[in-house]
């Protein structure tokens, strides 16, 4: 039986570029390496860039799939970004 | 191989002169964003690609404006192909309708210091375009300095702008970014790469 903690969702519907990317980024950055996220995009360029930005930032890009009007991107931390000094980003969230 | 030249492209009537740049080089890349994404269905653009010229254009921006990938056109990418482009390139030129900047020989990469000068008028839509490319650059590790020149003094004046300009600067600010008003377009900062919007 793994210990992994359940995977999390980020639900990105509604978001668009760049926000798509930094905000996954930014929640991978909260997360422990080798933890699983879940980002939804509604967004058809999203589901294209958002995982080639992961991939080439050194995240494992699992797997990407229509879901509805949407898109399940399934990424696992394995490298560390830094891109805010685990800032909170509430500003960027609330929009 | 290092990225040599990277050309970001936001008004059609640069495209020629983005090309002439871009012609001798063996690493070039080419972002088309703005209004500049209108170039892209140019047949010398088509031609360059043809060449093994690394172009891509802002899926959104040519999405606003009905454009959709053509075989042999640019790549439909991401405000991430910009600002990686932008933070690794040794040269960087800039053509976004106002002054052309060229900047060249910082050291390339996570860190790199890239000054977005804001020229217009606040409400001017390439604001919101330079701010919004501004987060960008900081989504890939860039310290961004965002100059503001005396036409777009009203951005930080208060917060009635359009919802996208305030969540930039909502944005940078949280990332702990800075903004720096100048009183004159001659007035520099230190930065590696500079951008005029």
Redesign the interface.
Known sequence: MSDRAPPETLDLSGE???????RA?LRLEELPLGAELHILVD?A??A??VP??LA?EGQEVVSVAPEGARWRIVAIKRSEP????K??????KS? | MALELGVLVAEPAMLGRALDLVRNVDEAQLFLMDEGVRAAGDARLAAAIDDGLDATLCAMDAEARGLAPTAGGPRFGSQWDHATMVRDAVRVVAMTGGRIDDSDGATPGPGRRVAVRLTREARDPKIAQALRSAVGYAGVEMTVTVVVEPPARELLRHDEHARDVVRAIATLRALGHRFVEVATSSHRVSCDIEVSW
């Open positions: 668009v570029c760049p926000y798509t990317f930094v980024k967004h360029p999203a294209e860039n080639r930005s080439a830094h891109l805010m000094a800032r909170r980003f509430d500003a960027m929009g």
